[in-house]
């Protein structure tokens, strides 16, 4: 992030006092929707965690029982595990697949830009026309994807007629859309300066050292953001599952995830305590794990010392 | 010698990029080809999609299932739905975000800093959380059923797109301001006569994600939208794909309708684009 850039030229106290009034007007309509849509919803639901309401009566306070029936719900452990799946498949997979592919486009291929269109475009299909495509592409006995499995004499899966193949087709569907990921690296394998390869060049590194000792320890800020951003979304799956499975999560709860089992308690039975309670737990787990992330960061990811001016 | 071992380097390395062509082309006909097949297949007769095994090129050529989904759902409806909640959460994108990023990027103020920082953990947090709350906030008020509980909110602005617009803000040079405060102009002047023009290419950036996350909204739609007369594209596709999920010439015509608008604006912003998601990590 770029540091401040404002001009210490010396003004006026009325220029400062004009200045502060302008600021805080200038940031008027953002704050009131900050106070309204987020600061306020998430004190108010914490609160309502504590309460029983289902909207026609008035909440009525419990106690933690809101939590306590969350923990004895198997439906909750249910969909806590199939997030974590999701989440510990499709996180690591486009990963690893956008960072292979942002790698070999980067060698000044020809057609870079035809390719990089190619691979992120699918990212930006909506999800509900994306799962209505997969839904036909994935189709057991006749679908496309089958089709081209037999033909090469592989095994036919049920994908997402089948419990044991509903999670890996949902994750195949996300990694489809994680072009914006290799969009994401690209630009941070082009930022790396033609120098530093150079040099290791000069050292002796050959392609497999350039990649181990330049390319990788550079790019870890960018991996460390984009592994923040993906677990905070993929923690928040929703649209594609819904559609896919016409909002059951099956067959059989296999992809019931935790948006979906939320929108399940909010919209159709209306327990508006319970289902708080659920985003809070939901809201910790997210923190918990992204505080985690950051404290772990000056394990692995590389910062380029501090280059003071003038120094 | 000397002249074989460097036609052996150069076979090498025309080896290599041949390689890195090959599995580029692998990779990407995983990408491409769904899209090939939605729009071959939405050009297919029902009985040439019956075939197995499945077929690439349609054969006829067939239109009749893009009129179709007309007579079985009022998808220009559904667009024009669409279009009622992109247009306004266009302003706030461009307008208010605006606003505040030219703060955050120029005025110093007392508090700003802690503020800007409270802006930045809004950008991780999970908007589950605030989603009970809103939602019985806006019922209370009469607004469930109506496009006012995804059109408001996003005249608040966003911080994804306060950060973007800050981070670029940012790369403008003082002078221009300098001279400008000197003279006495106000800071609204200075933000709309002398920033604001100079904003455009990040302002087109933050209109492009506006209107696909509009577009492209699914749950907001699902929640707040009653009728069917209010559907927007999102929910009136998914409506459709519960009712003719076996009429899969009319479903991939339908959903080739809802993803063409897309790519055109892909491929007239493809900078703005670019530029969005590796500046803040969004991903459309």
Known sequence: ?311 | MTTATHRGWANLKVLRRLGAHLLLLIGASFFVLPLVFLVSTSLKSSRQIAKYPPELIPSPWIWRNYSDVFIYAPFQRYFVNTLRIVVPSLVGAAITSSLAAYAFARIRAPGSDLIFVVLLSTMMLPGVVTLIPTYIIFSKIGWVGTFRPLVIPTLAGSPFFIFLLRQFFMTIPMDLEDAALIDGCGRFRIWLSIMMPLAMPALATVSVFAFMGAWNDYMGPLIYLASRAQYTLSLGLQVFVGSHGSEWGMLMAASTMMVLPVIVLFFFAQKSFIQGITMTGIKG
């Open chain 1, 1 to 311: 992030m770029a540091t401040r850039n404002i001009s210490n030229r010396p003004r006026g106290v009325s220029q400062a006092k004009r200045d502060t009034l302008s600021f805080y007007l200038f940031i008027t309509p953002w704050l009131v929707g900050f106070l309204a849509f987020t600061l306020g919803p998430i004190v108010a639901s914490l609160g309502l965690s504590f309460t029983q309401y289902d909207m026609m009566l008035p909440p009525k306070y419990v106690s933690l029982q809101q939590y306590q029936r969350l923990f004895a719900d198997p439906l909750f452990y249910t969909s806590l595990s199939n997030t974590l799946y999701i989440v510990a498949l499709a996180v690591p997979t486009s990963m690893l697949s956008s960072f292979l592919i942002a790698l070999l486009l980067n060698q000044k291929v020809r057609g870079m830009a035809a390719y990089r269109t190619a691979y992120y475009i699918p990212s930006i299909v909506p999800a509900v026309a994306s799962a209505a495509l997969w839904m036909y592409l994935l189709q057991p006995q006749w679908g496309v994807v089958n089709g081209l499995l037999r033909s090469v004499g592989l095994p036919a899966p049920g994908w997402l007629a089948a419990r044991a193949w509903a999670k890996p087709a949902i994750v195949l569907v996300m990694v489809w859309g994680s072009g914006g990921t290799m969009i994401i690296y690209l630009a941070g394998l082009q930022d790396i300066p033609e120098a530093l390869y150079e040099a290791a060049e000069i050292d002796g590194a050959g392609r497999w050292g350039k990649l181990r000792h330049v390319t990788l320890p550079l790019m870890t800020p960018t991996i460390f953001f984009t592994l923040v951003m993906s677990i905070i979304g993929t923690f928040q799956v929703f649209a594609v599952i819904f559609v896919l499975t016409d909002g059951m999560g099956g067959p059989l709860n296999s992809t019931l995830v935790y948006l979906i089992y939320i929108y399940r308690n909010a919209f159709v039975y209306f327990r508006m305590g319970y289902t708080a309670a659920m985003a809070w737990v939901l809201f910790m787990i997210i923190l918990a794990l992204t505080l985690l992330q950051f404290k772990t960061a000056h394990l692995w990811v590389h910062y380029e010392a501090e280059r003071k001016p003038g120094a």
